[in-house]
């Protein structure tokens, strides 16, 4: 999962409790009208260039081309409803894309199989960033991962229970995480999780660095079938070292 929502709510129970309960009451912001889509994107592409700090909700609205300063509130409830809607709008086709991976790698008995397995975190990511051009998604993951501790798979995992009677779609992911854990460094944790953690971030770090020389219409930029191959090559190498 990349960010249930910033800011020190996150860490008050009753904020926890109200921001799940609140999602279960607006069903309609998992499935955004354009009125709300064009609140994600905006958010999107302030927290890909600027950070969270950088998009305040006054921020987004402005970049969203609203005239009402209390849309974020209007279309959304809260703005941690919003980022919440972001991260289920966005990671929806991917945690589907890897599904579908891990169901075959796993039918073909290669569920041990660490390059398989990379490739089953990557491609659907690079996916879809290529699908989303010009993309900010990369860059805003890798702004969520700033502020989850350095090994986030356990965090999330505990995060996630939040949201009960709504579909969170990290699930595959996070199995899929558990699986190369299994094949790193023999298995033995803390140090699986922990190299499980760097290949997951040298991954978005990377198509995040990419994003961005695309949007600057950088003219080196490696095609993105070559920088899927390399990511695959070197993340397995970084996996089983």
Not at 124 to 130: K, L, N, Q, R, T
Not at 183 to 190: H, I, K, L
């Amino acid at each position: 999962m990349t960010r249930p929502p910033v800011g020190s709510a996150l860490r008050r129970p009753a904020a926890r409790t109200l921001r799940a309960a609140g999602l279960r009451r607006s069903r309609n912001v998992l499935d955004p009208n354009p009125s709300q889509l064009v609140l994600l994107a905006a958010t999107e592409r302030l927290v890909a260039r600027y950070g969270f700090q950088g998009a305040s909700s006054r921020a987004i609205v402005r970049e969203a081309g609203h005239r009402n300063n209390s849309a974020v509130t209007y279309h959304f409830g809260s703005r941690q409803t919003m980022l919440d809607a972001l991260y289920h709008w966005r990671s929806t086709p991917i945690n589907a894309h890897r599904a579908r991976l891990v169901a075959e790698l796993v039918a073909e008995g290669r569920e041990r199989d660490p390059e398989a397995l990379v490739r089953a975190y990557v491609v659907p990511f690079v996916s879809a960033v290529e699908g989303m051009r010009p993309s900010s998604w990369a860059r805003y993951t890798q702004a969520v991962l700033q502020d989850r501790p350095l090994v986030f798979m356990d965090w999330v995992r505990r995060d996630v229970k939040r949201y009960e009677g709504v579909d969170v779609p990290v699930a595959t992911t996070l199995d899929l995480q558990d699986m190369m854990r299994a094949v790193a460094c023999d298995g033995v944790e803390p140090l699986a999780g922990l190299r499980v953690a760097m290949v997951s971030r040298a991954v978005v770090a990377a198509v995040a660095a990419w994003e961005a020389d695309d949007e600057r219409g950088v003219l080196d930029t490696p095609p993105l079938d070559v920088l899927t191959d390399q990511l695959v090559r070197s993340a397995t190498g970084m996996l089983t070292a």
